[in-house]
């Protein structure tokens, strides 16, 4: 089987989801790669989902991605008193770094680099931006703050802090712990949350290695400043477009989401569009037409894949939310303006034989109606080539290494087989032909375009571009 769409739907596990019977069923609606989030569940409960995941893998015989998204360090207010506290636009409150049950002059926030790194003038924002306050003063335990925007603190809100960066690693304890546990488990990538500087990703590279694909979830303004390095240090993105919308104008959020995923087509590295899309399906059995539009802008923009969460997580309509995205991207990939939008947003590539290579396949390919590009791989780093060309015909992608495969289920356009190591020239032929024929993109008398690197197998070496026609 294989999608009529080149975008791919990344979907969130949870309640709603993680049955057997029903991952099975949101992969046939369109899902190609599921998400564990660690912010919620067991290390017990993302292994039977995983578990699940494989035996599908098996069942239907194609390639699932998983994503391990870790929960990062999270910050919030200690207990308050009764639980809630009602704060005024206009007062001062304070902060203290020790202390339970506190009120207005000593709500808890039990984390020093805080107060290490705040300075008067900067801003807390407050259970996602719904409260905002402004320091004032501060001592080395004790932070004052003016109520810019007032409204209720209750027990554990989150904190966000937009202006500042904080020395602290994005990787808690029990990120580690979730980490490794993944990682033995077989997760194809892990999403980093909370990302601020280079240094964090080479972190947790360090410990990741080649593992696992390694994502950078975008949502600090810091983050931003950094994110050539960053792009450079991952081997994909996430657009975390709901911490990213708290700490930056709501205003700013489309044009980073532009830059962002044009940055990642630059450096041929996948990139998800994440939050919210489809925010109303989480109770209702259709989006709005504002969300609608959301997704398809993703997708018109040249993403590599759009994300459901709590839609797919805890919703009520879990399969009808996939089934709409899924039916969006293929309407918006076969609208008449789209391959104009995409091609506009053509751009200039590095001057290297394989990214030329690559850039010639895509070309060759559609002036010679070929019916489809395949792509021999051992990273992946070939197919992504090809893939940031955007091209108009199906890219099927054969790689030896079974974690590649998975994670070719990110990667725009891309339809991944795990196939058998090659070792001459006449056997990337046939295996080609062979593939192309069995997956039903190809009949007798086609015209294919198949792109290697020679010698087979070293990764990086993209060289090789052929024109060969399927035999009857």
Not at 224 to 251: C, N, T, W, Y
Not at 416 to 423: F, G
Not at 435 to 444: L, T
Request: charged share 25%; with cysteine; aromatic share 4%.
């Amino acid at each position: 089987m294989h999608r009529n769409r080149r975008a791919k739907i990344v979907a969130t596990v949870g309640p709603a989801s993680a049955a057997p019977e029903m991952l099975k069923q949101l992969f046939l609606a369109g899902v190609d790669t599921f998400r564990m989030n660690f912010s919620h569940g067991t290390q017990a409960d993302h292994a039977k989902v995983h578990a699940a995941i494989r035996a599908l893998e098996v069942e239907v015989g194609r390639p699932i991605g998983i994503l391990q998204d870790l929960q990062g360090p999270k910050i919030r207010v200690g207990t308050i008193k009764d639980g809630k506290i009602t704060v005024v636009t206009g007062e001062t409150i304070r902060f203290v770094l020790e202390g339970q049950d506190g009120d207005k002059s000593a709500i808890p926030l039990r984390h020093p680099e805080i107060f290490e790194a705040v300075a008067p003038g900067q801003e807390l924002l407050i259970d996602d931006g719904r409260i905002r306050v402004r320091v004032t003063g501060l001592g080395a335990d004790h932070i004052d703050a003016l109520v810019v925007n007032g409204g209720v603190i209750s027990n554990r809100k989150g904190v966000n802090l937009p202006g500042t960066v904080l020395d602290l690693s994005p990787l808690t304890a029990k990120d580690r712990a979730d980490l490794e546990f993944g990682l033995a488990l077989g997760v194809d990538w892990v999403a980093m949350s909370f990302v601020q500087k280079p240094a964090d990703m080479i972190e947790a590279r360090a410990i990741i290695g080649k593992r696992a694909g390694l994502m950078a979830k975008i949502e600090k303004p810091s983050a931003l400043q950094h994110i050539d390095d960053i792009i450079r240090l991952s081997d994909a993105i996430m657009v975390a477009r709901g911490d990213l919308g708290v700490e930056i104008p709501h205003e700013d959020v489309p044009g980073r989401q532009k830059e962002l995923i044009r940055a990642c087509r630059l450096a041929a590295k996948p990139v998800i569009v994440a939050t919210q899309m489809l925010e109303s399906m989480v109770a209702t059995p259709a989006p709005t037409r504002a969300e609608a539009s959301d997704v398809a802008t993703a997708i018109y923009d040249g993403a590599d894949a759009v994300m459901l969460s709590a839609e797919s997580a805890s919703g009520q309509y879990p399969l009808e939310a996939v089934g709409m995205m899924d039916r969006i991207i293929r309407s918006t990939e076969n609208h008449k303006l789209y391959r104009s939008i995409i091609q506009a947003s053509a751009l200039d590539e590095e001057h290297s034989p394989p990214h030329a290579v690559a850039a010639a396949a895509a070309d060759v390919a559609e002036q010679i109606g070929a019916v489809a590009i395949v792509g021999f791989t051992s990273s992946g780093t070939t197919a992504a080539r090809i893939a940031r060309r955007r091209p108009a015909l199906p890219i099927v992608t054969l790689t030896p290494d079974a974690l590649v495969a998975r994670q070719m289920a990110l990667l725009w356009g891309a339809h991944s087989i795990q196939s058998e190591d090659i070792n001459s020239y006449e056997e990337m032929v046939q295996l080609a032909a062979t593939a192309v024929r069995r997956e039903e993109f190809a009949k007798p008398g086609d015209l294919i375009v198949v792109v290697a690197g020679i010698p087979f197998g070293q990764s990086g070496s993209t060289n090789n571009l052929r024109v060969v026609r399927i035999k009857p």
